[in-house]
Structures are given as C-alpha cells and as structure tokens.
C-alpha cells in the first residue's frame, strides 16, 4: 500500500470517528436540552422529593367552656416519638425496630405493630406513634436515636386535657387517634399524622370541625439522611374555634355528687322556654383522660365490663319504660278525646279486671284509692284511673299526643347516638311481633309500662312542653346552637292547666306521692310526676306471698321523677332517673327537690 493510499484510510477514519463524535455530542446536548427544557418540571419535582419535605401542622384545638367562662377542656404541651415508615423497605424497618427494642424505647406489642405492616405506605398512613407524652429522659434518649436513626421524628404537639373528666364523661366526650376509616371519610391529609386526634363522641365529636380548626403546611429541606437542614416555607394553620356550653359548671357538680350516692343513675336540667341542658349527668362516669393517651386493654376493661355501664350515655341512649309520668300523656288524650274531663271519676278498688287477668294499682295492698277524680289520680299515680281510661281509647289516641310531645322520636339534641324510644301501635306489634294487639297492651301503655320506652331526655322535653305553655324545643348543649322554638301545640289551654295543678299537687298537696319533698317556701314550689317502672313482672302468686319487692338489685324497679320549677313561672325542667332506685317518690323526687335548690343558688332560676 502506498503512503499515500495509507494517509487517505487514516483520514477517512477520522472523518468517521469525527462525525460519529458530532453526532454523539448532538445527541447528548439534544438529551439534555430535552431534559432541562422538556421534562425540567418531571426531574425538579423527583429532586424535590429527595431534598423537600412537606409536613402539615396540626391547628391548636378550640376550648370547651362552660356558660359561665370556665375552662372544661383545654391542651397542654407534649412531645411525640413517630417513626416515618415513606421509602421505607421492610429489611430497614425490622433494623430500625430492632434498635429501638435495645434502647428500650419501645416494648414488644409496639414492635409487632410496626413490623406488621405490610400494606403501601403513602402520605396518608406514613407515621407510625411509637410514644407519646414523653418524659424528658425518655426524650432525651430519642433526641440521640435520631442521629443514627433518621425516620425517627419527635413532634411538639398538643394533647387534651379535661379538667372535670367524670362529670362531664358523657357531655364533652373525648379525643382520640382516628382510624383509617375516620382520614378516609374526612378526606384530611392532616389527620394522618401521628399526634393527630379527633372528637370519637359527644361534643368532641358532634362538632369536631369547628374545634379541629384547619391545618398549616411546611416544607424543610432535609440531607441525604433525611436530617433537618432548613425550613423553606410555611403556610400557618388556623385554630378551631373555641365552644361555649349552656351548662353550668358548679350545677353540673352538684349533680353528679347527688347521683352519685347511687350505683347507676342519670339527671337532665333544661331551660322549660329555650331547649339550653343546664346540666346533664350520666352516672357513673369515667376518666376521659385515659384516651388523651394509648389507652391500656385493663382500662378498657374496666370500662366496657363494669355492669353499670359508665360509656353509655344513658341521657340519650338509655331506653326504660316511663311508669307513671306518663300518665299525663293518657290524662290528655283521654281530655282530648273527650271520653274524660276535670269531674269525672272512676272507682279505684286497688285492681281492674280485664278478661278475667288483674291488672293491679300500686295501692292494691290497701283496697286501692276509692272514687278519684284526674287531678287525685296523677297527684296520687292511682293506676286503676288511666286503666278505665285506656278502656275508652285507642292506642293510636295516646301515640299521637305522645308523639307531640317528642316521645318515640329524637329530641334533636346536638349530640351523636341518641335513640329514638318507642311509642307503640297495633301496625307496629304486628310488624315486629307478628302479634295482635290487645286491649291488655293498651292498658299497660297508658301507666308508660309494657312496650313503651323512653330516654331521660325526652322525658325532660316532654315535661317543659308541658311547663312552657305548648312550645315544642329542641334541646342543645352548645350556646352558639339556635334556640328552637318548632311551634306551638294545638291543645286545650284548660286541659293543660289540669295536668301541671295535678303535677302540682305531686308534690304540694298531703295526698301527692313526692309530698315529702316539697320546699318548704311559699314563693318557690315545684311540680312534677313520682314513678316506678318494673323491671320484671309480679306474679299473682309473688303477690299472695307478699313478695312484690325483690332482694335482687336487677330486679328492682327504676326509680323515676320528672318536674318544673317554679310553679309560678316555670322556668326549668328535670328528669331524674334512678336504675334500680325502687321508689319515685322516695329515691327520685328528693333528688329533684335538691337540684331545683341548686339551681336557684347558682342563679339557673330567677324569682
């Protein structure tokens, strides 16, 4: 090959190797022209990812205050242990609980909590409470673990604080971490992280959002090991908003050291013109600030095992047959009806016979209470007078009327899980019982016994109806709530003043079953209605023996009192409920005398 030929292959090689390096360097710049102009949004976003992060900020919570000004549920500062599990595989996550475990920062059960969770972590559910309330030398060890540990975050937070936790058990509520379900449903980011709680009932819960507030967002720049470098920015979170309750503090206490002389028991006082709940009591209560916290099963325990049932809100949820302060919802259909008025009598005897089966008066002991007019009957709770009523009446007559004053139906009180009580009908027997209804049934409806149920609410509503000259109210517990005046019922003036002078005598008159408790005070008198709801029936034979009050404390009757004050101008109603009390008019009506009292004191009633 001549030199010449060798120079032309050599330049020809390089023209090659040239072009090829044009092309390549044209490829590469295209590539990053593409990159940094094209996908400059996709590659900063994955950047960002890497070096920012965003974190919501929870609101400080709204206070709740009684109507006075009082603090009843506040926050205090606390310091939270949270181990972020986002980009997190499951090897380094067993190294992580692993070194945790021998630092003795976190016990066996959180260990298997954390290591079985194997579903996809997102933004929702990336933290995982290790501890809270942490004590500074508890602190103090996680502030080290964090150097060699980085998905360890410690958090400055806020926790409830419940200042009467007991008394106000079943008012307030109280605050707890929500489940998967509660983030899913609120559609609140914010609620994903691991101090986040939320209102589980009551106040807490009916009007979370006001008190939750909204929360607030930053965005840190942290190192490749994911440590703290710089805040970048923030948007501030707006605080929920503070809650002023119609009850009264020092009512409220009273109320539950009254109750609290008995085993099981339950009191509500309301305004007779505005529906406000003064105080509302459901006994026993129980410590809300267990749930502030992680909550033991032996707390748990104790709590849903106790056979006096403190978790339920027996103000609302509570279902018992009335007794005899339903008699004035019969007196008045049967006034309505015009089948009975002021003079009309019947024979009490101490029993009624109905196809051939007794149906006894409390005073069948005594040969009962004799000719007795509706003013004697409801002072005197003679049972025979409402059974010749319920001959004359239809079960429908006395629904209606009960139904108009709020009972079988919900009072519409703000706060979740009230229950509906029921007011029996022949449709109803015969849909759920596959039952034909009997005049039997009537009669046991018209004392409030058989298939009529009640709550201790509604009871209360149907009471300052009474008081309140016919105006429907719907009860609340939050000052801000509207006061509701539905409407006026369509009923005879007259009639309504012969049940509340009947109510009056309850308590005024010598012949009233709650007569020893009247107050001793001209110028406040209160009225009401005593009653005794059975729990179980009585035998024909247990009556023969003389066996009607039984040594058994569950199978003692609910001792039951409802009541106005003052006569004059009734301003308050109560309900007062006693399980297992026996007596309205020895355990229940007392009770009623000394919360009457109390609220005068505490300036509820002015006269």
Known sequence: ??????????????????????????????????????????????????????????????????????????????????????????????????????????????????????????????????QENLNWETLSKYCIVTSRIPEITIEKSQSRYYQYPEEFAHVIGYTSAPTKEDIKESGNVALALSTAKIGKNCVEKQYNSELFGRAGLKHIEVNSKRQFVRQIDSIDAIPGRDIQLTINLSLQREV????????????????????????????????????????????????????????????????????SV?????????????????????????????????????????????????????????????????????????????????????????????????????????????????AGDTFNMAIGQGFVLATPIQLAVMTAILANGLYQITPHLVVNSETKRIKKLNYNPAHIKLILDGMYNVVNAQNGTAFRSAIDDESFKFGGKTGSSQVSKITEQQRKAGQTISDDFWRKEHAIFVGYAPTSDPQIAVSVLVEHGESGSRTAAPIAKAIFLAARKYGQITN
């Open 326 to 438: 339903f008699k004035m919802i019969t007196a008045l259909a049967g006034l309505k009806s015009g089948v009975i008025d002021r003079h009309t009598r019947f024979d009490c005897q101490g029993h009624c016979e109905l196809g051939g089966r007794k149906f006894h008066c409390w005073k069948w002991k005594y040969g009962g209470h004799g000719p007795v007019n509706l003013q004697e009957a409801i002072a005197e709770s003679c049972d025979v007078y409402f059974y010749n009523i319920a001959r004359l009446l239809k079960p429908e007559d006395i629904y209606e009327v009960a139904n108009d004053f709020c009972l079988g139906k919900i009072t519409g009180i703000d706060l979740p899980g009230e229950k509906q009580g029921l007011i029996p009908t022949k449709s109803w027997k015969k849909e759920k019982k596959r039952q034909t209804w009997t």
């Open 1 to 130: 090959m001549s030199q010449y030929e060798e120079k032309r292959i050599i330049n020809k090689r390089i023209s090659s190797f040239i072009v090829i390096e044009i092309f390549l360097c044209i490829t590469v710049l295209v590539r990053l022209g593409y990159i940094q102009i094209f996908k400059f949004t996709h590659y900063k976003l994955l950047s960002d990812k890497n070096r920012l992060v965003a974190k919501h900020v929870l609101p400080h919570r709204g206070r709740i205050l009684d109507c006075t000004g009082e603090i009843l549920a506040k926050n205090k500062v606390i310091y939270s242990a949270s181990l972020d599990l986002l980009d997190t595989t499951h090897e380094r996550k067993k190294k992580v609980v692993d070194k945790l475990a021998k630092e003795k920062l976190i016990d066996e059960k959180t260990a298997e909590e954390v290591l079985s969770i194997d579903e996809k972590i997102n933004n929702s559910n990336r933290f995982v409470l290790l």
């Open 256 to 323: 539950y050291e009254l109750l609290s002389a008995y085993k099981s028991a339950s009191c509500v006082v309301i305004n007779v013109k505005t529906g406000a709940i003064l105080a509302m009591v459901s006994y026993p209560g129980y410590d809300t600030n267990i749930f502030t916290r992680k909550v033991s099963q032996k707390d748990l325990d104790e709590l849903y095992e106790n056979p006096y049932k403190p978790a339920l809100n027996k103000i609302i949820s509570g279902l018992y047959s009335p007794g």
